[in-house]
């Protein structure tokens, strides 16, 4: 399964998390309008899953259509851009996103930074979502949190699997000492490709379905992208592989792997769960 986690180019910085929606719409400069249709083309009949940052569907409308009539997943990845760590947030966020998440039935959540806490599940099931995919986790992994699903981005455990799979699991030094190498992160396909690509045909042939993660600035490259972004990378080197071009990477993706959207993996799921 290909996600991406649909953002505006500075959604990489702290920076820009409290200035007006306003000052975010300028700073933006229609990136995230104008990346949408080239990824598309690129996907051509391939289906994938689209988390969508909500105040984007506000500064551009046509966005969710656009991907929902291609025939891709229309998800939610937050309202605006930023940790969301607490219930308060959590609430507030999705109060503020129903109307447009209705309109496109979005069903599918992916948390920022993929870094959520236990709270969230109940909240999901109370706005009608059906599943999230929120934590790392070895591929293959899929969790029942009362009625709703978490299908983990997918991680390769080197040496064992891990016992406790409760929120957050997120990319820190404690996952990756643990053993456990968040190969479906765009950092590692930045990274280590080559190694990406063995990970994947391996955990295909164990019938196991990796659930990756890419942007939209990996994929199509924002205008004076690195004089906006060095200062941060400066800051955080962590976040220079995720400035690196991706569109290669993801041609060969395409290329050499089938690719479902989250949520028609997760209904297939739900359906034989339900029949065990
Ligand atoms: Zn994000």
């Not at 940790?83 to 966020?93: C, E, F, H, S």
């Not at 390769?156 to 996952?175: D, G, I």
Request: contains cysteine; proline residues 7%; charged residues 25%.
């Amino acid at each position: 399964m290909l996600t991406i986690d649909y953002e505006s180019w500075y959604a990489l910085s702290r920076r820009y998390d409290h200035i007006t929606s306003a000052e975010r719409h300028k700073l933006d400069e229609n990136f995230a309008r104008n990346a949408l249709d080239p990824i598309l083309e690129k996907l051509g009949d391939k289906k994938i899953t689209f988390y969508l940052v909500g105040e984007l569907v506000e500064w551009y409308p046509e966005l969710p259509q656009k991907i929902f009539n291609a025939g891709h997943e229309v998800g939610f990845h937050c309202q605006v851009h930023r940790p969301l760590t607490t219930v308060a947030d959590i609430k507030q966020d999705f109060a503020s996103s129903a109307e447009w998440r209705k309109k496109y039935q979005v069903r599918g959540y992916r948390a920022p930074m993929i870094k959520t806490i236990e709270a969230l599940y109940p909240l999901l099931e109370e706005n009608q979502f059906t599943y999230s995919s929120s934590l790392y986790a070895p591929t293959g992994t899929q969790i029942k949190k009362g009625n709703v699903w978490e299908f983990p981005v997918s991680a390769y455990p080197l040496w064992k699997r891990p016992k406790e799979l409760q929120a957050s699991r997120h990319m820190t030094p404690t996952l990756l000492l643990g053993g456990e190498f968040p190969y479906a992160s765009s950092m590692m396909s930045g990274l280590f490709p080559k190694t990406v690509f063995r990970i994947i045909e391996k955990e295909l042939k164990r019938g196991l379905s990796p659930i990756l993660f890419l942007h939209p600035y990996e994929i199509i490259k924002p205008e004076r992208w690195f004089q906006r972004i060095a200062g941060d990378v400066l800051q955080h080197p962590l976040l220079y592989p995720f400035t690196w071009n991706k569109s290669s990477f993801l041609d060969e993706l395409l290329r050499s792997f089938p690719t479902s959207s989250v949520i028609d993996f997760v209904n297939e799921q739900i359906h034989a769960d339900s029949k065990n």
